[in-house]
């Protein structure tokens, strides 16, 4: 992972959208590691701004995370004639994908694919991507239902591409034990926005700090399919209420044609276009209901991470917030995680003797 | 080698443990796991009584000469369990470690135990129960996170995540399972914090298992995403070979069935025609997400060679890993 992307540590952040910042991947890249933005919340323009400004904050290699269908195709151009060092998708399907990878490849790019199942690495794989990143049960937002015990061990011996464990990992062990089962590398998402330079209300820090393992809740009634959030208020409400009824959606749709500047019948196609894209974790496409949530789900995530409203907004958040215990800068998060898991390993060594 | 709290308080070679298993945890399994150098457990809710754990206690003894234990059920049960009576039974034929599982503490077995010499490891999926165990006299605390086959707990939390977590809460030492098959999940877990690992699934793809070659072909066979927790909706989750009778359930169960139809599916009988008698749809055939990575079925002592050696090998990989970053 290291040689690929030619970066010191085999640490990576994860894109999350709302919660990554120009700022944020350009101390990742800077403290040795792959500084990823998370772009699809971005439009053709401000997407440009943003991969210009990380060039400003950093000379080490970077990455833009896209998921693909609804809205993002239009932030590739963007991200082709920028030259961003690293790609990584998620979600899509092959005939967008393809193309994606030959483009990036083409002026010198690797692209790296998000996959939660083994034929999903699979195919990744055969598209052309460089590397995968395995999104166990355990990580924030959208996974499948496998653990990283099993699914990173599976996933590694199924592709030649190296493997890049996500979810739960936030220290030395993590590190360690995913090398032990055949990653190359991780991807820290919740431990490295809970660090001095990220941009997040003091509200969302406080709810991760006091998130224990066990306050998380994985289930399609957040967006429409599987995604693992804080149980908060909001996120009981959800689960409780089955009043997908079409005024919920119908508000959101109102909220993201104000906040994307949208005119009535792109509300519509957008809808449309969530509608039909495969929803990827577990294949096929999504019912109208889940379409539906998917677009209440995104205006309750904006409240949550912009509003700073860890309450009655959704934080999408991973079982290993219940590790988190400080704020760091993400050089410390850095250094501590490659020192830590090195004494793991030596350890382990002198155990065999 | 291996030398860690677990090895060195149960007396065994290496910090393997197998799972006690319903149906599958018999005498020729147990002491094949205990002579390869692990510690293998019988079942004794599988005994209609005293005196037949006894039977299976002595048979076990004429097998191996190693340690090896018995695994007391907390968990509700179909039919009340004579715990009290396996106990004395345990005791009286000396067998030297118990495995007590369940949501709760084994607080009134605790005294008895000590009393009777028994080191006691309690088996659980959450923090706050490892922590009870541990005050409640616990010797040492398994975890199982949600991969596990079998009994997973109503917190589903990922092993990886929750070893970590039970590591840091505990002074005695930890055991991690649920998820784990070869060398690289014993590596990992010790990473984690673990001492030792508990491994059920893996041994069930084994010769000395008692179990119907359709069943173990299915392990062989399955991938990462063919199981299913089932038993929710009763506060019991268990989780399974994902079949069309086991979907059939969770249909049940999503619309509040009461327990007299879901009976008809989940009892223990049923769960022996998948395992004993390879009708793989007939009922509820426990097994771990681990089968993903299960692809033969091989010896006993194949199993603990296999991590044993793996370990030996990749340890010092992952030295230079580190060393080079």
New interface residues.
């Given amino acids: 992972m290291t040689e690929l992307f030619g970066i010191e540590h085999p640490i990576m952040l994860s894109g999350m959208n709302w919660l990554t910042t120009p700022k944020l991947a350009a101390a990742v890249s800077n403290a040795g590691g792959l500084g990823v933005l998370a772009g699809s919340h971005y439009n053709k323009d401000t997407i440009r701004e943003a991969i210009r400004e990380i060039k400003e904050l950093t000379d080490k290699p970077f990455g833009i995370n896209l998921t693909l269908g609804v809205g993002t195709r239009e932030l590739i151009p963007a991200v082709i004639e920028e030259k961003v060092p690293v790609l990584n998708y998620a979600l899509g399907r092959p005939p967008q994908i393809q193309p994606l990878i030959e483009a990036v490849h083409e002026y010198g790019g690797k692209v790296i694919g998000t996959i939660a199942f083994v034929r999903h690495a699979m195919r990744s794989e055969q598209l052309g991507a460089d590397a995968v990143i395995i999104t166990g049960y355990e990580a924030a937002s959208h996974s499948g239902n496998v653990g990283a015990l099993v699914l990173v061990p599976s996933v590694s011996s199924a592709v030649k591409v190296p493997c890049i464990a996500a979810g739960g990992y936030t220290d030395g062990k993590g590190l360690a034990a995913a090398l032990a089962l055949g990653a190359e590398g991780i991807a820290m998402g919740t431990r490295l926005a809970a660090t001095q330079e990220a941009d997040v209300a003091d509200a969302v820090r406080e709810a991760w700090l006091k998130a224990t393992i066990e306050d998380t809740v994985i289930d399609p009634a957040f967006d429409g399919i599987n995604c693992r959030v804080l149980r908060n208020k909001a996120a009981e409400d959800l689960l409780k209420s089955n009043r997908w009824a079409a005024i919920d959606a119908l508000q959101a749709g109102l909220h993201m044609k104000r906040t994307l500047n949208m005119s009535y019948p792109e509300v519509f196609r957008t809808a449309l276009a969530i509608k039909n894209q495969e929803s990827g974790v577990g294949g096929g496409k999504r019912s109208w209901a889940s379409t539906m949530r998917f677009a209440v789900g995104s205006r309750l995530f904006s409240k949550a991470t912009i509003d700073g409203d860890p309450v009655n907004g959704i934080l999408m958040c991973g079982q290993g917030a219940g590790h988190i215990e400080d704020i760091p800068t993400v050089a410390e998060v850095i250094q501590r995680t490659i020192a830590e898991a090195e004494q793991i390993i030596r350890a382990s060594n002198a155990r065999l003797a | 080698?291996?030398?860690?709290r677990i090895t060195e308080m149960l007396g065994i070679e290496y910090p393997i443990i197998q799972g006690g298993m319903a149906w599958v945890s018999c005498p020729e399994l147990v002491a094949a796991v205990s002579n390869a150098g692990g510690l293998g457990l019988l079942v004794s809710a599988m005994c209609a009584d005293k005196e037949e754990l006894r039977e299976e206690i002595r048979k076990t003894k004429s097998l191996t000469d190693k340690p090896f234990g018995v695994n007391i059920s907390l968990f509700p049960s179909m039919r009340p369990l004579a715990n009290e009576e396996y106990i004395e039974a345990i005791i009286e034929e000396g067998v030297p470690v118990v495995e007590t599982s369940g949501h709760r503490a084994p607080t009134e077995y605790v005294p008895r135990l000590k009393e009777g010499n028994v080191t006691i490891i309690h088996k659980c999926a959450?923090?706050k129960h490892a922590r009870s165990a541990e005050q409640a006299g616990a010797d040492a605390v398994a975890v199982v996170?949600?991969?596990n086959g079998g009994a997973t707990g109503l917190?589903?939390?990922?092993?990886?995540?929750?070893v970590?977590?039970a590591a840091k809460a505990l002074t005695v030492p930890l055991i991690a399972g649920?998820?784990?098959a070869?060398a690289?999940?014993f590596?990992?877990?010790?990473?984690?914090?673990a001492e030792g690992v508990v491994i059920g699934t893996k041994f069930m793809a084994t010769h000395e298992a008692p179990l119907h070659p359709n069943f173990k072909q299915w392990l062989v066979r399955a991938?990462?995403?063919e199981t299913a927790i089932v038993m929710r909706s009763i506060g019991n989750t268990h989780r399974a070979l994902k079949s069309p009778t086991v979907t059939r359930l969770l249909e049940m169960e999503a619309r509040n069935a009461p327990l007299e139809e879901l009976v008809t599916i989940i009892g223990g009988t049923h769960s022996a025609d998948v395992l004993k008698e390879g009708k793989l749809d007939a009922g509820v055939g426990m097994a771990?997400?681990?089968v993903?990575?299960i692809d033969n079925v091989v010896s006993v002592k194949e199993v603990i060679d296999e991590i044993v050696e793996g370990?030996?090998q990749?340890?010092?990989r992952?030295?230079s890993?580190?060393?080079s970053?």
């Fill in positions: 080698m291996f030398k860690t959450g923090v996170g949600m991969e917190l589903d939390v990922g092993t990886f995540v929750l970590q977590a649920g998820g784990i070869d690289r999940g590596v990992a877990a010790l990473a984690l914090g991938n990462e995403t771990g997400q681990i993903g990575i370990a030996k990749l340890v010092p992952l030295e890993v580190v060393a970053a």
